[in-house]
């Protein structure tokens, strides 16, 4: 019943949350220099043909109209059609999302597959020459832009190797694995450093506690207190980190979008705010605060999972 009370009370809170998200993307959008009128009928338009335009657009009327029409598509999640893409805005950040979202959960998976072991190693070893190097590696990642890393990538495996394709995402399955793995392993290899040197630094401290020496003198295999007793200590802060980055590889794709020239959300979302696509960038990003709302409230979820002591109050 806690449980429960608590995930309704989480969800109560995200609405103050996504009224500010929807104030603060209305009236930002309107406070930058552009008329999406002018944009679209071109600079040589009569005063006429503007004013008729943006009649139909709506934005001849008051501001406090134009944010209660919008705060009305956001219940009904019926935000219309894009400005300049003349298609539904559902159905476009739809296709779109699933780039993103694939090329963000590829990444996941790659930086927990590199972070985890290699963490746990480094902290297990701290102060042999392996730990060491482990631990200086991760910090070099931390330190090079994703972009530079990206490019690198590009530049050995693709147009050196011919082993991935340069850009673009492909139209058959495999044809869209092979697209994201460059950019994935770019998006990896930050988050996996950052991860590491979480894991690492969390290892080390654990095995100074007390409850990890008096499980040796039970007698408990090395492999149980490892499991049960080390790994899924530092498992909490390193899946709060994942989550933190996920959150952010989702919003901040447009680099690694941009380098790749995959057409995700990031690449859609820098279009849309250069041709003022209000429709577009408002339902985006309002959308995608709903996403990270719902996977903040699944982090804290999978805490109580991986530790029993902790309770969802």
């Not at 009370?9 to 552009?34: H, S, W, Y």
């Not at 040589?44 to 209660?68: C, F, H, N, V, W």
Request: proline share 4%; with cysteine.
């Amino acid at each position: 019943m806690d449980e429960f009370t608590y995930i309704l009370k989480r969800i109560l809170q995200m609405i103050p949350v996504l009224l500010i998200v929807t104030l603060a993307i209305f009236f930002g959008m309107r406070m930058i220099p552009g008329d999406p009128a002018l944009l679209l009928v071109g600079n040589r338009a009569s005063d006429e043909t503007i004013a008729a335009m943006r009649a139909k657009l709506g934005l001849d009327q008051p501001l406090i109209t134009q944010y209660l029409l919008f705060l009305r598509s956001c219940l009904t999640f019926d935000f219309g059609n894009s400005l300049t893409l003349k298609a539904p805005v559902t159905e476009l950040f739809r296709q779109k999302a699933v780039v993103t979202v694939s090329l963000t959960l590829m990444t996941i998976l790659f930086a927990v597959l590199i972070s985890v072991p290699l963490g746990y190693y480094a902290g297990l070893h701290h102060d042999q020459p392996a730990g060491a190097v482990i631990n200086s590696i991760s910090l070099v990642f931390v330190s090079v832009p994703e972009f530079l890393i990206g490019l690198l990538l590009l530049l050995v495996f693709a147009l050196k190797l011919h082993w991935f394709p340069v850009g673009d995402w492909g139209h058959t399955l495999p044809e869209h694995i092979r697209s994201l793995i460059l950019p994935s392993l770019t998006g990896a290899l930050m988050t996996s450093s950052l991860v590491m040197r979480n894991i690492s630094d969390n290892v080390v401290k654990v095995l100074s506690y007390d409850y990890v020496d008096f499980a040796r003198s039970k007698g408990l295999s090395e492999k149980r207190i490892r499991n049960s007793y080390i790994l899924r200590n530092v498992m909490i802060p390193a899946v709060t980190l994942l989550a933190m980055r996920m959150t952010y590889m989702l919003a901040g794709s447009i680099v690694i979008e941009s380098v790749f020239a995959l057409p995700g959300i990031g690449q859609m979302m820098l279009n849309a705010i250069l041709s003022r696509d209000y429709s577009l960038v408002q339902a985006t990003v309002y959308l995608f605060a709903i996403i990270v709302l719902v996977m903040n409230l699944l982090t804290d979820i999978s805490y109580s999972l991986l530790d029993p002591r902790v309770k969802l109050k």
